[in-house]
């Protein structure tokens, strides 16, 4: 299995306090991104980085900001959560070279917003 | 902009028979990947099989197949003698090939096997 961790696990927290998910790889892969899984929807891509310091939106990206200042570690934060925003979080990595183009997934990050 | 379609939400079969998963997308590429992601009630998204557009030959992971039709945009995932463990929900998924490409998932798909 790829080395990838998630924190917290499950977290449940009010209407407008803000909260950072941990992403922590040890593949040294290139590209790492932030999905919400909710039923009905599937996964969608909420922010993705393509490198230390370089990030960019996914469909969903309102609400939400990201850093990347390490190649292994990738913060997602939801600066003043909202009910809406109760989802899993899914993080993964790829590293897109030669046919190597899957994605791998951490284990998610159940949130529940009251 | 690709798009990635399960129109079927459910479906459940016997244990030890076939089911077939049917998944189309939608893209104006011609070098892509196509992906099948299971998971089971932990959660844990895990990589059942892939399939490169370059490649004609159908990818094959044991009781798992796909049978890829480009030109109709067809991806569908065969599991063959369904087990207990095969209970999950499936994920079909297509990336382009190229710098900074992006997953497109489509909505799942949950399968039920039976005893």
């Known amino acids: 299995d790829a080395g990838i961790t998630q924190s917290p696990r499950h977290k449940v927290t009010e209407t407008g306090t803000p909260v950072t998910l941990r992403c922590h790889q040890t593949e040294n892969h290139r590209y790492m991104y932030w999905y919400r899984q909710d039923p009905g929807h599937g996964l969608r891509l909420i922010h993705y980085s393509y490198g230390v310091k370089d990030t960019d939106k996914g469909e969903v990206s309102d609400g939400y900001s990201v850093s990347r200042s390490k190649t292994e570690d990738f913060l997602l934060t939801l600066e003043s959560a909202t009910s809406s925003q109760t989802s899993v979080y899914f993080c993964a990595i790829s590293e897109h070279r030669g046919a190597d183009y899957e994605q791998y997934f951490g284990p998610g990050t159940r949130l529940t917003v009251t | 902009a690709q798009t990635v379609t399960q129109s079927q939400p459910e479906m459940s079969v016997q244990e030890a028979e076939t089911v077939t998963l049917s998944c189309t997308y939608d893209?104006?590429?011609?070098?892509?990947?196509l992906f099948w992601y299971k998971q089971p009630p932990s959660r844990q998204m895990i990589l059942v099989i892939r399939q490169e557009a370059y490649k004609q030959q159908n990818a094959t992971e044991n009781r798992f197949s796909v049978n890829f039709q480009k030109a109709a945009k067809s991806f569908s995932l065969k599991i063959s003698d369904s087990q207990l463990g095969d209970t999950a929900m499936y994920f079909c998924a297509f990336i382009h090939t190229g710098a900074n490409s992006k997953l497109t998932f489509g909505k799942g798909i949950t399968l039920s096997v039976r005893p």
């Open positions: 893209t104006s590429e011609n070098n892509y990947y």
